[in-house]
């Protein structure tokens, strides 16, 4: 049985997951923008005991014109998802992945601001030295109590528009930088470019040289240096709401609260033609 009890950074070693198997859920998020799928990576091994989650069935409603290639799930639907996967209202949650975090983040900070212990796994999958398990695990189904997504961790294209050009209220686009300029734009995205005024914080400049999530005082100094310290409100999106969630992770180790998700993000945002573009880092920052 997990323990709510314990109180979780955002992100745990390989160590003390060892140390703590018996007191967490362990989920496999594992995701490929390739096409690759996950399921079946998870199945030809996974760690002891971890359950699979889905990031396209189980973390976001199927894809829109209005919400995006990964739009939040409804919280009935993110509930029922969590119940079948066994994980319960007094659950704590470990998540990993093979891509250092950026996708066990998505379903990291969806636990988190709904209050839920959750962090991933620092450096993925590659950090494990014990044994891997082999096909499909399962947990008995919990009782997952549906809770709102909090209005102010969440904001939507109309606000993300009319907050264009306030300095207070920044944003980061948290895409890997070829992509925020357009110079190296996904077969995924629509259009070239990022949303006007975005800065770039591409998810990679989190880590460390070896992979890992840098510390407090490294991360602040990152995002000061994008004008966090004097933003009332810090809103994340990447490509479809799913990296993003690994900026709002580093933004919460660095000590910033004030920090929301836009969940439709570049596929949202970029596949309407009536909403400006901007290409280039007219900011030099990323």
Known sequence: MSDQSLSLPVAVSADWLRDHLDGVVVVDSRWYLDGRSGREAYRSGHLPGAVFTDVDADLAEPPSPEGGRHPLPSPTEFAAALGRLGIGDHDAVVVYDDANGSVAARLVWMLRVLGTPAAFLDGGLRTWTGD???????RAPAHRTPRAWPADRVVHTPTVSAEIGDPARLLL???VHGRYTGEEPA??????????????????????????LSGPDVLRERFAALGADSATTITAYCGSGVTACHDLLALEHAGYTHTRLYPGSWSRWGADENLPTETGDPHGSR
């Open 187 to 212: 077969p995924v995205d629509a259009r070239p470019g990022h949303v006007p005024g975005a800065r770039s914080a591409e998810w990679p400049g989190n880590l460390d040289g070896d992979g890992f």
């Open 173 to 175: 686009d948290a895409r």
């Open 132 to 138: 891997l398990e082999k096909g499909d695990a399962r």
